[in-house]
């Protein structure tokens, strides 16, 4: 486990505790780019970032999930289960719980893609644990913007709201490419432009405006994809 004060680097540089990397992804992730390339800590971010889902999903009400999955149901003209009591205590548990397990799954698949990309196809210099590192304390900006979104997604009654490109194309008519704008999240843009930051921090060849336009090719790629279940 990562201490909250700082440590000692191999270098003789100090690498900030949890809580002031925590501030600086927001306010100064450049700095902390480069200081996670050089001492790539990230199991206190993936913690953090486990915490931070599970507790979004526990506040949130298990209604409506059920109202959400019932409404696509519907208009798919298939009948949604009622359920009782007791799943619905399960699913206070469940739900929490899987964000959890998936949030740290993607972390490490994600990670993994963007070595492949990078250190393996580009010929980047960098580890696995660098990009980690980079992955883990970059989604912490969309993961806690999204908990403070929490009171809207209960006012809303929409547990999916986010803020996110369609916001500004209010104009367009409903169809696959106003989908794919709402699968763009405003949030995990700035996280993947902090990402590609990290990329330019491991490796100085490679520049934030590369790898920012691999990044938001990918970014979009998986928006697309997601369009066609929205």
Same mark, same amino acid.
């Given at each position: ?6 440590? $000692? ?12 990397? /925590? ?6 992730? #450049?700095?902390?780019?480069? $200081? ?7 199991? +206190?971010?993936?913690?953090? #970032? ?16 059920? #109202?959400?999955?019932? $409404? ?5 003209? &298939?009948?949604?289960?009622? /359920? ?23 972390? &490490?698949?994600?990670?993994? @893609? ?5 250190? *393996?196809?580009?010929? =980047? ?23 403070? @979104? ?6 809303? #009654?929409?547990?999916? *709201? ?7 194309? *209010? ?10 704008? $709402?699968?763009? =999240? @405003?949030?995990? !843009? ?7 930051? +990290?990329?330019?921090?491991? =490796? ?7 790898? &920012?336009? !691999?990044?938001?090719?990918? @970014? ?11």
């Amino acid at each position: 486990m990562e201490r909250i004060s700082e440590e $000692q680097g191999g270098d003789g540089s100090q690498m900030p505790g949890l809580a002031s990397r /925590l501030v600086a992804v927001f306010f100064s992730p #450049g700095r902390l780019m480069e $200081q996670l390339a050089e001492q790539p800590r990230w199991i +206190g971010a993936l913690i953090m #970032g486990g915490l931070v889902v599970g507790l979004t999903m526990a506040l949130i009400p298990v209604e409506l999930f059920l #109202g959400a999955n019932r $409404q696509i149901a519907l208009e798919r003209g &298939a009948e949604f289960p009622e /359920l009782g009591e007791r799943a619905i205590r399960a699913m206070r548990i469940v739900i929490p719980l899987t964000s959890v397990l998936t949030t740290t799954l993607l972390s &490490a698949i994600i990670a993994g @893609l963007y070595t492949i990309i990078f250190a *393996f196809i580009l010929g =980047d210099e960098g580890r696995y644990a660098q990009y980690l590192a980079v992955v883990t304390h970059a989604w912490l900006i969309a993961l806690l913007v999204g908990l403070l @979104l929490t009171p809207l997604r209960i006012s809303t #009654g929409n547990a999916q *709201f986010t803020l996110n490109m369609a916001s500004f194309a *209010f104009f367009l008519p409903e169809g696959y490419f106003l989908n794919v704008l $709402q699968a763009l =999240d @405003l949030t995990q !843009i700035w996280s993947t432009l902090v990402i590609a930051q +990290g990329a330019h921090a491991i =490796d100085k060849r490679r520049s934030f405006k590369s790898a &920012a336009t !691999i990044l938001m090719v990918i @970014l979009v790629s998986f928006a697309m994809l997601i369009a066609n279940f929205i």
